[in-house]
């Protein structure tokens, strides 16, 4: 028969977070400056106390959350960071702690750097963890609770998410400088079909950008892909073909020396919404999330937008 809950502890969920995170009893230890041997002793009680195998202890595998570990671990981290919260209310004149948060991979170079500038100077004890994260791995992330709040494109989301947007970006196309179609005010899709196209290849990015011509009846010539951004504008600025984006970076030169010519697309296509994402089901957001999201409004959904919100897919 399973223990009351109100012999389950604090350490042994924080003991079983870190196990699971990083799939090894030992890995936790060492992250937590305590000896292996504890952590193995506060699962093997707490899967006790639950009456149920939370992990599968492989040697060679490590370890692997089974159905009940999985979904006792998205709870787990949720009332962890509740918690934190809680206890960090105390302090109301500062905020402390860690707060997990996802960025969409090809914004963070963009807007990182100026988010985690402005959050530290307005609460420096507040430490932000942040995950790269294509469209597709948003809504998961959420969901199992490691992070908080995503900053994102609105590709695919997930209906039960609750989203905030806060700027729009256009798309556009993308020629080397020395490019036939440089220099031009603006560009058909037709004329943009007959090169050959640069792919950003993402989960659900390239979707949008191959549905960008197909639903003008078009079909784009692909030679190459690629899952990096600045691969990406190089093989462009080389003249190896163009490619489509959302945004433009401050700097047009390339890591391989060449530059990019940007031309608006003649036809109405589908641009882009930067967004925060967050699960819509029903827990208050912490004060620490609460205050990242807040930074991103200032730093994106400022006045100035326009001129910084130029980036790529």
């Known amino acids: 028969m399973p223990s009351s809950r109100r012999d389950v502890s604090l ?67 949720q009332i962890l960071a509740q918690l934190d919260d809680a206890m960090a209310s105390v302090h109301s004149e500062s905020l402390r702690g860690r707060v997990g948060v996802g960025c969409f991979r090809t914004l963070a170079p963009f807007f990182l750097p100026t988010l985690v500038r402005d959050l530290g100077e307005r609460a420096p004890q507040l430490h932000v963890d942040v995950t790269e994260l294509t469209a597709d791995e948003v809504g998961p992330a959420l969901a199992a609770h490691r992070i908080e709040v995503a900053l994102t494109y609105d590709l695919g989301l997930d ?94 030169s390339t890591y391989a020396g060449g530059s990019l010519y940007h031309i608006p697309i003649l036809e109405p296509t589908h641009p882009l919404d930067i967004v925060l994402a967050w699960n819509d089901d029903g827990a208050l957001p912490t004060r620490r999330a609460r205050a990242f999201a807040d930074t991103c409004r200032g730093v994106i959904g400022g006045a100035d937008a326009a001129t910084t919100v130029d980036a790529g897919l």
Do not use: C, W
């Open 11 to 77: 350490t042994q969920l924080t003991y079983f977070v870190a196990a699971a995170e990083h799939g090894s009893m030992t890995a936790a230890a060492d992250e937590l400056f305590i000896a292996q041997s504890a952590i193995s002793t506060a699962i093997t009680h707490l899967e006790s106390q639950l009456g149920v195998q939370l992990m599968i202890r492989q040697r060679a595998r490590g370890l692997q959350l089974t159905a009940a570990g999985e979904d006792f671990l998205q709870r787990t981290r």
């Open 159 to 252: 209906a039960t998410l609750r989203l905030e947007r806060l700027a729009q970006v256009p798309l556009y196309a993308a020629v080397a400088q020395h490019h036939p179609l440089a220099q031009r005010e603006s560009v058909s899709l037709a004329e943009l079909a007959k090169e050959p196209l640069v792919l950003l290849d993402l989960p659900l990015s390239r979707d949008y950008f191959l549905r960008t011509f197909t639903d003008h009846g078009l079909q784009p010539t692909v030679r190459y892909r690629f899952e990096s951004y600045e691969a990406v504008r190089a093989m462009v600025a080389m003249g190896h073909g163009f490619t489509l984006l959302n945004q433009q970076p401050k700097i047009e």
